[in-house]
């Protein structure tokens, strides 16, 4: 299993960016897919999450400027990050389970500053 995220910089307040996941190993569709972020020193947390079916959740911090998006063809799972915030700074991990266990990708920076 290889999750490998890619999209992260340095963007400023107000502006928009798109991560994305790419997994190989697995059968993508099947699978629930979430992304989670870890600001410095803070723990990791829930940022969104997306259903094998499509179906969406995201945490209040980020309701109305993230969306979670899946494609299944590529094995692709993004996040699409508006309205950004410097609180909104950290790094950013895809994240699957499987029956075998929970997989991570290695993150990639996001960081909001002017």
């Known amino acids: 299993v290889q999750l490998v995220e890619s999209g992260g910089g340095l963007v400023q307040p107000g502006e928009s960016q798109r991560l994305s996941c790419a997994a190989s190993?697995?059968?993508?569709?099947?699978?629930?897919m979430g992304w989670y972020r870890q600001a410095p020193g803070k723990q990791r947390e829930l940022v969104a999450l997306?259903?094998?079916?499509?179906?969406?959740t995201v945490v209040d911090s980020v309701k109305g400027r993230f969306t979670i998006s899946r494609d299944n063809a590529e094995s692709t799972v993004y996040l699409q990050m508006n309205s950004l915030k410097p609180e909104d700074t950290a790094v950013y991990y895809c994240?699957?389970?499987?029956?075998?266990?929970?997989?991570w990708g290695q993150g990639t920076q996001v960081t909001v500053s002017s």
């Open positions: 994240y699957v389970v499987l029956r075998s266990g929970g997989y």
């Open positions: 190993g697995i059968i993508f569709s099947m699978y629930a």
């Open positions: 997306i259903t094998s079916g499509g179906r969406t």
